[in-house]
Nanobody, 110 residues
Framework: VQLQASGGGLVQAGGSLRLSCAAS????????FGWYRQAPGKQRELVAA???????NYADPVKGRFTISRDNARRRVYLQMNSLKPGDTAAYYC?????WGQGTLVTVSS
């Protein structure tokens, strides 16, 4: 299984980014996926998750600002992040089961 995350970068507060996670080596459509983040000195935390059926859930700090989605044909999971805040600064990781991607860094400047 390989998870390749991309799309991170430096953005000003209030801006947007879209993260992408490309998955290979698994039966993509039957798996649930999650996006997690880890800020310096903090524990990794769940940001958003999407089930095989398309059901979603979000951490309270990102509700109404972030949207997780999936494209089974392209074997990709996305995280659209709007109205970004400095507190969203972290490395973002794609997850399926016990597998993790390499992380993509999001930095939000004030």
């Amino acid at each position: 299984v390989q998870l390749q995350a991309s799309g991170g970068g430096l953005v000003q507060a209030g801006g947007s980014l879209r993260l992408s996670c490309a998955a290979s080596g698994i039966n993509f459509s039957i798996n649930d996926f999650g996006w997690y983040r880890q800020a310096p000195g903090k524990q990794r935390e769940l940001v958003a998750a999407i089930s095989s059926g398309g059901g979603t859930n979000y951490a309270d700090p990102v509700k109404g600002r972030f949207t997780i989605s999936r494209d089974n044909a392209r074997r990709r999971v996305y995280l659209q992040m709007n109205s970004l805040k400095p507190g969203d600064t972290a490395a973002y990781y794609c997850n399926v089961g016990r597998m993790w991607g390499q992380g993509t860094l999001v930095t939000v400047s004030s």
